[in-house]
C-alpha cells in the first residue's frame, strides 16, 4: 500500500475523521479528560492572539465548571509561557494552545497544537509539475499547526516514487516540526536531500526555512493551496538592513543589549558575552533586560545600536518597528552581520567561551567552545562586507 | 522656631545640602553602600520611564563594578514588580528607583524614591492669597518625588499661623504621601481640614485626590512653581465616560473581566466576585489575565464590555485608549458608575462576600463585608444615574 512505511503516516493521522475540514483542531476531548484526570480547578488557558477569538468563543463555554482564566499574553512561541500569571492567579493547571511544549514549566501544562485540518489534495497536480526537474530525495517539514498535512502529502509522494525524508529539530517535539528559531528538521537533511518542501502560512517561517538553508524551497500555503518557489533573494531586506545596522555598530559609542527573559528567548549567557567583547572594543554597553519587547520603548532608551538577545528573528523580521539600528546577539558573537545563520546552523562562535554567566539556559544554547570559527557566510560575502570583523577600538570616552 | 514642630521637618529634610537644586536625588551612596554591604553580584535595577534615560546616564555608569541589568518594565507604580526578570536573569539584588516599597519582594530590594529637590519658596506669595480666604487648617500631602517640599512649605505655613495637618495613607509608606491609587493621606482628613494642598506634577495624582476628596484642593507644580485650583468639574469626562460604559454594560451579553497580575494591581478576588455578579444578571463572563495591559490588544478581544480589574486608575484616565466601553471593577462591586471613589475612601461593598479565591492579596483591598453600602455619590447624583443600579437579567442566548 503506498505511503505505508511513511514515518509520518501513523503520527499525523486525524483520529476523529468526522472533524470539519479548514478547522483548527482544539483537541476539547482530550483537554476535558485531562482536567478531569488531573482534578483541575482553577485553569489558565495560553494562546497566541491569531487564535485568541477561536478560543473564546469555542474552549472556554465548554470549560464553565472550571474557575478559567484566559492569558492575554500574546505567545509568539512555545518560548514564551504564563508561568508567573499562573503563579500570581492561583492557578492549579494550564492549557497551551497553539504550539508543542519546548521549556520546563512551573505548572502542571497540556499543550495543544490546535492542528488545521485541510486536505492539501487538489495541490497535488502543481506540485508534481514543480518536483518534475530536481532530484528524487524530498524532505518535508511543516510548522505546527500543519504538521497533519504532511502524512497525505508524503503519501502521494511516495506514490510518485519520491523518497520522502524525514529530520528532527533540535527546540522542537515532533518529527519534521520547524519553528521561527529551529529548522534543523531541514537543514540536517542539506547534504542528503534533493528538494525541500514545506506547509506552512504566511512569510514567518517560510524566510527563515529559506534563511537557514540559504537554498531554494517550496512552500504550500494551507489557505490558498497554492505552492510558492522561495529562494533567499527573498531575504534582501534582512541582508541589506543588518549590514546597515552593523555598520552603525562600528562607529556606535553607545550600546545596549537587549535580553529577553521568557525562558525560550533568554539567550543570557550570549548577551553577557556579546556586552563583554564590545566593551572590550572600548564601548559603552548596557544590558537591558525585557520580558515584553516593545520596540518603541526599547528604541528610546539612550544607545546608538541595540544588540538583541531575545527572540532571534527580531533584528531581521521586525527591525523596522526600531527606530534605532538593530544587531543580532549572534552578529556580534560571530563577528559579521547575519551571525543567525551560524546559530541555526549550529555552528562554532568566533568569540571564545570566557566564562559562564551560571545561568543553566532552559532552551538550546550555541556551541559553548574554544575555538575560532571558519565559516564564511555567501549572503554577505555577495554583498561585500568584509570578513571576518573586527570592531574598531574606540577611544575611551 | 518657627516649623520645628512640623511632623515633616526631620523626615524630609534633605541631608546632603550640597545637592543641586532642580534636580533628583539618586542617592548613589546610599545605593552603593547597600550593594557592598549586602554582598551584591548580579543587580537588577527598575525604573519608571521617566527616569530610566536619566537612570541609564548617571546611575549605570557607577555600577560598574557589578553585573547590572536594566529592566525595561515601565513600573508604573509601586505596584508592579520585576520579580519575573529577577529570577530569570539569576540576579541576587535589586534597585527600585522613583517609588517607596508596596508589595513583598521576592528578591532583596532596595528603593530609591528619587526625591526632587526644588526650593518652592518663589511660590509661597500665591500661595498665601490663595489660602487667604479659607480656614486655618491645612491638610498637606504629595506624591513620592515631591514629598521633601513639604517640609518649607509646612514651615511657611507655621510661620504664617495656619496649622499643618498630615496623616498616612494605606499603601503607603510615608507620611502625606499620596499614589494613584491612595489618597487616604488627604481623605483621612476630610472632616478636618478646612484647605487642601499637595505637591505633584502632572495630572495624575492630582485628579486622583480631587477625585477621591470630592471638593477643591490646591495643588503646586514643582517644575512651574504655580498653584493651580482643582475642582470636581475637572472629572466631568470620567463621569461621562463611565456612565456611558455603564449604559453599554447594562445591555452587553458578553463581558471580559480583565485581572492584572502584577502583585500591586491584582484584583483577583474582586475580578471573581464581579464576574459572579455578571453572571448572575445572565451575562457571559470571561476572566482575562494581564501581566502587561495593553488596551488595544485587549479590546480586540469579542467582548462588549471590559470590567477593568488591575489598576484602578485605568478605566478612567485611560478610557480612550480602549476602543471597547470600560468599567472600573469597583463600579460592578459597588453597584454604580465611580465606584472607584467608594473604594478610594474604603467604604463597604454592595455586593455579597459569599467565597474568597483563597489567595491573598498583597496590597489592601476593599473590606470584604456582608452588609449592603447605603453609600450616594454626589457626582453621578448630580449627573442623573439611576441609584443603586441593578443589572438588567438577559435571557439566556
Not at 160 to 182: H, S, W, Y
Not at 299 to 318: E, G, K, M, T
Request: hydrophobic share 40%; with cysteine; proline share 6%.
Amino acid at each position: 500500500m503506498p505511503g505505508r512505511s511513511c514515518p509520518l503516516a501513523r503520527r499525523y493521522s486525524r483520529k476523529r475523521q468526522k472533524r470539519s475540514l479548514n478547522d483548527y483542531d482544539f483537541e476539547l476531548d482530550r483537554v476535558l479528560s485531562w482536567l478531569r484526570d488531573e482534578g483541575a480547578k482553577r485553569v489558565l488557558i495560553e494562546a497566541p492572539e491569531g487564535l485568541k477569538q477561536k478560543i473564546v468563543a469555542e474552549v472556554l463555554p465548554a470549560l464553565s465548571s472550571y474557575t478559567v482564566f484566559m492569558s492575554s499574553k500574546p505567545f509568539h512561541g512555545a518560548c514564551e509561557v504564563g508561568d508567573e500569571e499562573a503563579g500570581s492567579l492561583g492557578v492549579d493547571h494550564v492549557i497551551h494552545f497553539g504550539h508543542l511544549q519546548m521549556v520546563a514549566r512551573r505548572f502542571p501544562a497540556l499543550y495543544v497544537p490546535a492542528y488545521y485540518d485541510f486536505d492539501p489534495s487538489p495541490s497535488f497536480a502543481e506540485l508534481d509539475i514543480l518536483l518534475a526537474k530536481g532530484g528524487r530525495n524530498i524532505a518535508v517539514a511543516a510548522s505546527v499547526q500543519y504538521l497533519r498535512a504532511l502524512k497525505p502529502i508524503s503519501e502521494h509522494l511516495s506514490e510518485k516514487g519520491f523518497n520522502v525524508m524525514v529530520e528532527n529539530g533540535k527546540r522542537t517535539k515532533a518529527p519534521a516540526q520547524i519553528l521561527g528559531c529551529d529548522y534543523f528538521a531541514l537543514t540536517s537533511l542539506a547534504g542528503k536531500a534533493d528538494q525541500f518542501l514545506i506547509v506552512t502560512a504566511g512569510d514567518f517561517h517560510a524566510l527563515g526555512a529559506v534563511f537557514a538553508l540559504n537554498r531554494e524551497l517550496l512552500q504550500l500555503d494551507p489557505y490558498s493551496l497554492s505552492w510558492k518557489k522561495l529562494d533567499p533573494t527573498a531575504l534582501r531586506s534582512w541582508v541589506i538592513g543588518e549590514s546597515y545596522a552593523w555598520t552603525k555598530l562600528e562607529d556606535a559609542a553607545k550600546v545596549g543589549v537587549i535580553v529577553g527573559t521568557e525562558p525560550g528567548q533568554r539567550f543570557l549567557w550570549e548577551a553577557e558575552q556579546a556586552a563583554a567583547e564590545l566593551r572590550r572594543s572600548g564601548k559603552h554597553v548596557d544590558i537591558i533586560s525585557a520580558s515584553n519587547l516593545d520596540p518603541a520603548q526599547l528604541s528610546a532608551l539612550p544607545y546608538d545600536v541595540l544588540i538583541l538577545a531575545a527572540c532571534p528573528r527580531l533584528p531581521y523580521d521586525d527591525a523596522d518597528s526600531f527606530s534605532k539600528p538593530v544587531v543580532s546577539v549572534f552578529s556580534v558573537l560571530f563577528g559579521r552581520p547575519l551571525g543567525l545563520r551560524g546559530w541555526l546552523n549550529g555552528n562554532d562562535l568566533t568569540v571564545k567561551s570566557k566564562q559562564s554567566s551560571g545561568i543553566v539556559e532552559q532552551g538550546f544554547s550555541v556551541k559553548r567552545v574554544e575555538k575560532y570559527s571558519t565559516v564564511r557566510d555567501p549572503v554577505v560575502q555577495a554583498h561585500g562586507s568584509p570578513l571576518p570583523y573586527r570592531f574598531k577600538r574606540l577611544s575611551k570616552c
